[in-house]
């Protein structure tokens, strides 16, 4: 690349958790820069998890941080042209990388849900998520799959 690597800039906590990663995922929730609009949802969807939450010894919080993990992706398939042939390379994914893609996962098939609100489709995917089920997950799992089938190419590996 001729110019130099963009810094990353550094992510203020949010108000309520005081926590960097929410502060990210509501980043990626918000559209048309409505992040106040983006925080209420994303508070209102804590609430509702904390309420439906069976398991007593887990925060809100807790249950959206494993269902963030249970999401991430471990590898994904990269596309590589070798002669005239495209072969799909399994690659690890890079640390940040894995926190945005399962961030956007979640939050895309949360706006693809039948609940009425925004928040209660996204309490609705991050329960489905922390309890390992939902479409987020199975989302991973086909990216998984996808890799393991295609592992024979992994020494075109650039």
Sequence with gaps: ?????AKKRPLLPDPKFNDQL???????LMWDGKKSVAF???YD??????????????????LWKDAL?????HVEVRS?????AT?????????????????????IFARKRNEKSMAQKLAAEILAASKEEGAAVKKRVDTHKMAEANKAFSHFRF
């Excluded at 690349?1 to 690597?5: C, L």
């Design 22 to 28: 929410v502060t990210r995922f509501v980043n990626n």
């Design 69 to 73: 993990s249970n999401v991430m992706p």
């Design 45 to 62: 969807a804590i609430d509702i998890v904390d309420t439906k939450n069976q398991d007593e010894e887990k925060t809100a919080l807790e």
């Design 40 to 42: 209420k949802v994303f």
């Design 1 to 5: 690349m001729r110019k130099r690597q």
């Design 87 to 107: 072969f799909q390379i399994p690659r690890p994914i890079r640390p940040d990388r894995k926190i945005s893609t399962a961030m956007k996962w979640l939050i």
């Design 80 to 84: 590589r042209r070798v002669g005239g």
